[in-house]
Every structure is written in C-alpha cells, then in structure tokens.
C-alpha cells in the first residue's frame, strides 16, 4: 500500500514562502510521479504542479515562475517550494503519487492521473 505523507504546512504571510514535502515508505520515488493538488471548501481540487521519474515538471499557469517542484533521492521527498504566495494560495494541499512509472519525462496535472493520495497539509496566508 502506497500511502504519501505531506509536511510542511502551515501559517504564512502573503508574499511568503513556504516548501511543502511529500514521502511516502516502502517506496522509491524516483519511480514514481509525484503530484500537488489544492483544495479549498466548496471548489475542486486542481492541480498545481507535478515531477515525472525522469524529472519532467509540470506546473499550473498561474503558479509558474513561483513555484517550484524537486525530490531529494537520498531523503526520499519531493518538495513543492512556494514562492510570493498570494491570497489565492491558501488551501489543504495533497500530494498524490502513481507508480512505479520509470523513464517518464511528462507528468499530468489531473487529479485523474494519481491513484495514491496523501491526507492533505493546511496552507494558510494572512494578508
């Protein structure tokens, strides 16, 4: 059972920065693409950006520039690294995983893509 675990969340100011980090046991993430998503109450989920085994990223449009995505093989993490958060960032974040997928160089950011999700990490951002 793959089972992904989100870190990271938490308080920030808008124009802040924040990382997000996801792991996930038993597993080599380097053979898998990673995935982060956003939620906020009453909306649906949408994907913000994403890292294929062979390092392909791909980001939503109106986080590129800002945000950045990278996995540390030796921790076993893949980071999500937030920059100039605005007000419109703040969410429960997931991060979602399919796999293993070896010598992928696109990801997808569609929800429909990833069977593995993680519970969700709260990003908050005051004004």
């Known amino acids: 059972q793959v089972q992904p675990v989100e870190s990271g969340g938490g308080l920030v100011h808008s124009g802040g920065s924040l990382r997000l980090s996801c792991t996930a046991s038993g597993i080599s993430l380097e053979d898998y693409t990673v995935g982060w998503f956003r939620q906020v109450p009453g909306k649906e989920r949408e994907g913000v950006a994403c890292?294929?085994?062979?390092?392909?990223?791909n980001f939503k449009d109106s986080v590129k520039g800002r945000f950045t995505i990278s996995r540390d093989d030796v921790a076993n993490t893949v980071s999500l690294h937030m920059n100039t958060l605005t007000p419109a960032a703040p969410g429960v974040y997931f991060c979602?995983?399919?796999?293993?997928?070896?010598?992928?160089?696109?990801?997808?950011?569609?929800?429909?893509?990833?069977?593995?999700w993680g519970q969700g990490t709260q990003v908050t951002v005051s004004s």
């Open positions: 979602a995983m399919e796999g293993p997928i070896l010598r992928v160089g696109r990801c997808f950011i569609s929800d429909s893509v990833y069977t593995h």
């Open positions: 890292l294929s085994s062979s390092s392909g990223k």
